[in-house]
């Protein structure tokens, strides 16, 4: 790889990644360049956060404009950034309010510790949580207990009490669940599993959960955080049914690089976090709010969840054309801009391929293809991007 840098890692960094030997010195819109001045296609905009693609001519304004008037004064004062952008926020989710934090973890940490504070105003005393397989929520101690991957969990033990884990897209596990475990008080599950592969359940499947929320007054939790902020082609994707939740996590594409998660709530969720009972130093300052406000802006005014869903449409076409009859291929599946192709075994060294030929590419779950390529792309990039993941994919049956 020209590219690969001639130092190793140091030592000083501890190893929590296994980080790919290169990287980027600046971006700009679908591409990242490295220091030899090689671009990269990204179609994976680190990890479904650059959805406006990078060095976003607005976004860098509104960063630069507020880096030089003010970064942060905490939330023992006003911002007005922030509160613009929760009136934003809720509006589009049909929510009641928002707590700001600065990751998705952090998100998902607040709806957990929202749906116990609505267990113990009901006199349940030791409220649980139910969570579902392959499913991820981040990597606290909550997070990671919430987590359906026991490989992510080990050697963590003791993991949280207060879960209670069931099969993904399966309704008749949760009413078996309701029936049998009076300690249950929420669901929490993201509407497609993102790390877990890009599953996509049935259509019928968030209606279901809603139902069995309502039948025993459970709250209803999405961790939106990798779904949300456009990315499937509606703000989020709960947004494809006529259901609302209780609650909303989301994160990653909310600040397009600049660190800032949310915690929406609804009605009686919406009541339990008061002054008190939860916080952030860094939560929703004025230089995260800056660039999340141009983000939602730019997703509904500047039509880019539309665009998301057109180019979802267009990618998967052309690689259902592509990889017809391809013996290699288990399963082309995606909404909107979260897009993956299934193998029949294992391919992660498609990353460092991929990587060689100027793409940027995910592999989830072993042998999953995961594309999550910026909502500003156009429709020759989409094309490229495709062609090249193709490509890999026949270079694998030579
Ligand atoms: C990435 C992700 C998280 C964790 O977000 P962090 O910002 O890394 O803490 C939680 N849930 C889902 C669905 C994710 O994709």
């Known amino acids: 790889m020209a590219t690969e840098s001639t130092q190793d890692i140091p030592a000083a960094v501890m190893p929590t990644y296994g980080r790919i030997p290169v990287s980027f010195v600046r971006g700009e819109g679908s591409y990242v360049y490295d220091d030899t001045g ?13 959805g406006l693609g990078h060095a976003h001519p ?46 998705g973890a952090e998100a998902n940490e607040a709806a957990i510790k929202i749906a116990r504070l609505y267990g113990h105003s009901r006199d349940v005393d030791a409220p649980a949580v139910v969570v579902v397989d392959n499913s991820f929520h981040g990597r606290t101690m909550a997070t990671l207990t919430a987590t359906g991957n026991r490989k992510a969990q080990a050697g963590f033990e003791p993991l949280l009490a207060g879960f209670v884990r069931a099969p993904y897209d399966d309704i008749p596990s949760l009413e078996k669940i309701a029936a049998n475990n009076k300690n249950v008080v929420a669901v929490l599950v993201e509407p497609i599993l993102g790390e877990g592969g890009i599953r996509i359940p049935d259509a019928g499947y968030l209606d279901g959960l809603r139902a069995v929320c309502d039948a025993n007054d459970w709250l209803l939790m999405l961790d939106e955080v990798q779904t949300g902020n456009g990315r499937t ?75 998301a869903a057109e180019l979802g449409d267009r990618m998967q076409a052309r690689f259902r054309a592509a990889l017809r009859g391809n013996n290699r291929v288990k ?8 897009q993956a192709v299934e193998l029949v075994e294992p391919c ?49 049956d030579s």
């Open 233 to 307: 082609g509606r703000y989020f994707a709960y947004q494809h049914t006529s259901i609302v939740p209780d609650v909303v996590a989301t994160a990653k594409g909310l600040g397009n690089g600049m660190p800032i998660g949310a915690c929406l709530a609804r009605g009686v969720a919406a009541e339990m976090l008061v002054a008190g009972t939860h916080g952030s130093t860094f939560g929703g300052n004025f230089l995260a709010c800056a660039a999340a406000n141009v983000v939602v802006d730019e997703l509904t005014e500047g039509g880019l969840i539309e665009r």
């Open 348 to 396: 992660t060294q498609l990353i460092g391929e991929a990587v060689e030929q100027g793409l940027l590419l995910n592999v989830a779950a072993d042998s999953v293809i995961r594309l999550l390529p910026p909502l500003t792309m156009s429709d020759a990039e989409a094309d490229t991007l495709v062609d090249m993941v193709v490509g890999l994919i026949e270079s694998l």
């Open 58 to 103: 607005k976004v860098a304004a509104a960063l630069a404009e507020q880096a030089s008037t003010l970064l942060h004064t905490s939330n023992l004062y006003r911002i007005p950034g922030q509160e613009r952008l929760a009136v934003r926020l809720t509006e589009i989710a049909g929510m009641d309010n928002v707590f700001f934090c600065n990751s």
């Open 331 to 338: 399963e082309i599946r995606g909404v909107g801009l979260m």
């Open 38 to 50: 090689k671009r990269y296609l990204d179609g994976l905009t680190g990890i479904a956060v650059c």
